[in-house]
């Protein structure tokens, strides 16, 4: 019999923060599954490999949605980290907290103890951010956030003085005393390499003879006797197991997996589990149910000045980059392309920003539908603009249809169902022109080649957005917490409403989406789930 204190459930960014802080005490016994392979591959490491990680599925589950009526009927594509790490190993590691109204809009949700100056020092005990320590910035966390700006790419420069012409203010910090304005992205990189939550948090960890690591391990359910997890049911190297929680069951498997799993143990909306064929064990109306998302849009323009195409693209450049990489950790590969951007309301009346914008000083134009070719950028000098929602409305829903863990999830996003959503975005595209049509700008743009100037009115805008915009990859809420458990999963203590000894820990409990990208806000939820797992007895 395999008994542990705690059993975490996905080794993404909150498992490994669970891994590190509950094995703090040698007296714990701490098992981690994971459904993917080591980390340790050159292009999770490489922070610019994420573009080729975008498709791999060794390391990805590679998602598919249902099409969606929003976005004209198209399917949307969804990587998911699947590798120690999760998400924090694949994604294009920009540093975004959110805005302090976003967590002080969870505590009014129901949720005491969530508000922004309880979170804040959560914030801070977990980053070790490269200018140091002040009053909202943390200096000696494990997580490594880099300032980067004295290494991009220089045109970055004329996006931000085109974003001061128009008002915006320029802001050194967007994750300090305040979000708002342009600036450049801080990364979770550290001497040129990927700080994933794997390497910040597992790394150190593994070292303790008390945690225990299984990859490849894929959950096929979670055990119940009179509505308390007991146990875990998991495949390692085609051989089932079962492994006893004594204390905890932590389920950190993500916004898809997390409520995946728990419909696969008979947790869930009665309907959903009949139809796919699972004893229901306890009814929870809302598990993956709430399920928001961020959605962007992006316009490609044509430079007069050499950017990232020149440098990835051609046979002699790719050599030069990666030799210098592999040297120095220096140079793009050591970067992400999205570079500078910000946050900014797109008319008067706002309390927060409803528009994120990013510049990105390379372009994929050429690429077929839906690739992410970093390192084959088009071959002409471009560049990119693109903005995302801030906020979201509209909720859709992630359901198994099957009782096999290995048949993935319905994912029916439910994008623009809003027209707040609509306003935003058309009001984002156009302001991605006016910022174009700054001498700023202007000096080093030729054209605009995507949607073009053919595209002008309202409802040409709006089409083209339809037919466009896609996923940013922030999907959250289908564990949502709350105290009504009849539309939410966890309480404020993260505890599944009903249910004794599990806990959901990861960005599937977000109340609502945060302003901005969504890893450091889940990491943050991890390190406050490790202080209330571990004041339950007595050791936070």
């Known amino acids: 019999m395999n008994q542990f204190d705690y059993i975490i459930i996905g080794a993404g960014s909150a498992g490994c923060v669970l891994a590190n802080r509950l094995s703090e005490n040698v007296n714990h016994s701490v098992l981690l599954l994971e459904a ?204 089932s197991h079962c492994a006893y929680g004594a204390q905890q069951i932590c389920l950190s498997a993500g916004a898809v997996n997390s409520p995946q799993l728990l419909q696969l143990s008979g947790i869930g909306p009665r309907k959903v589990l009949q139809q796919a064929g699972v004893e229901q064990v306890y009814e929870s109306p809302a598990v993956g149910q709430h399920l928001q998302d961020h959605i962007g849009h992006s316009y490609f323009y044509r430079a007069n000045q050499p950017t990232l195409n020149q440098q990835l693209r051609p046979w002699w450049g790719k050599l030069w980059q990666g030799l210098r990489y592999l040297l120095t950790r220096t140079g793009p590969l050591s970067l992400s392309v999205n570079q500078a951007g910000g946050f900014v309301h797109t008319r008067a009346g706002l309390d927060r920003p409803n528009i994120q914008l990013y510049f990105t000083p390379l372009s994929y134009t050429k690429a077929p539908a839906g690739k992410r070719p970093m390192m084959s950028p088009d071959p002409f000098p471009a560049y990119l603009m693109g903005i995302s929602n801030c906020h979201v409305e509209s909720e859709g829903q992630i359901n198994i249809t099957s009782g096999d863990p290995r048949v993935a999830p319905k994912i029916e996003p439910n994008y623009l169902a809003h027209d707040r959503e609509i306003q935003d975005l058309l009001e984002g595209v156009k302001l991605v022109r006016e910022l174009a049509q700054t001498p700023h700008l202007q000096a080093i743009t030729i054209d605009e080649m995507r949607p073009g100037t053919d595209c002008l009115t309202d409802a040409q805008l709006i089409e083209d957005i339809r037919n466009n915009a896609d996923t940013v990859y922030h999907p959250c809420g289908t564990c949502r917490m709350g105290p009504d458990p009849t539309k939410n999963v966890v309480d404020s203590r993260l505890k599944v409403h009903g249910l004794e000894g599990i806990r959901v820990v990861d960005a599937s409990i977000f109340p609502n989406l945060v302003c901005g990208n969504i890893n450091a806000a889940t990491i943050m939820v991890a390190e406050k789930a490790a202080d209330l797992i571990l004041s339950e007895h007595g050791l936070a």
């Not at 590679?62 to 694949?90: A, D, F, H, V």
């Not at 009053?135 to 003085?161: E, I, M, T």
């Not at 979000?179 to 992205?185: A, D, F, K, L």
Request: aromatic share 12%.
């Open 36 to 239: 993917g392979p080591s980390d340790k591959r050159f292009f999770v490491q490489m922070p610019i490999g994420y573009g080729k990680t975008f498709y791999q599925p060794k390391v990805n589950w590679m998602y598919n949605s249902q099409p969606c009526s929003g976005l004209n009927e198209r399917i949307s594509y969804w990587p998911r980290g699947k590798t120690l790490g999760g998400s924090s190993s694949i994604n294009a590691m920009v540093y975004v907290r959110g805005h302090k109204q976003d967590f002080n809009d969870w505590e009014q949700a129901g949720n005491p103890g969530w508000s922004y100056d309880d979170v804040l020092p959560y914030f801070k005990r977990m980053e070790s951010w490269q200018r140091g320590a002040d009053n909202f910035r943390g200096g000696s966390g494990p997580l490594n956030v880099s300032d980067v700006s004295a290494k991009l790419h220089p045109l970055c420069k004329h996006f931000l003085a085109a974003g001061e012409s128009l008002g915006f203010k320029y802001n050194a910090d967007m994750n300090g005393a305040q979000q708002e304005g342009v600036g450049y992205y801080q990364l979770t990189t550290h001497k040129g390499r990927r700080m994933s939550a794997a390497r910040a948090y597992l790394k150190p960890a593994r070292k303790r003879s008390n945690l225990t690591v299984v990859c490849e391990a894929l959950v096929q359910r979670i055990v119940f006797e009179d509505q308390r997890a007991v146990a875990v049911e998991y495949e390692h190297n085609g051989v």
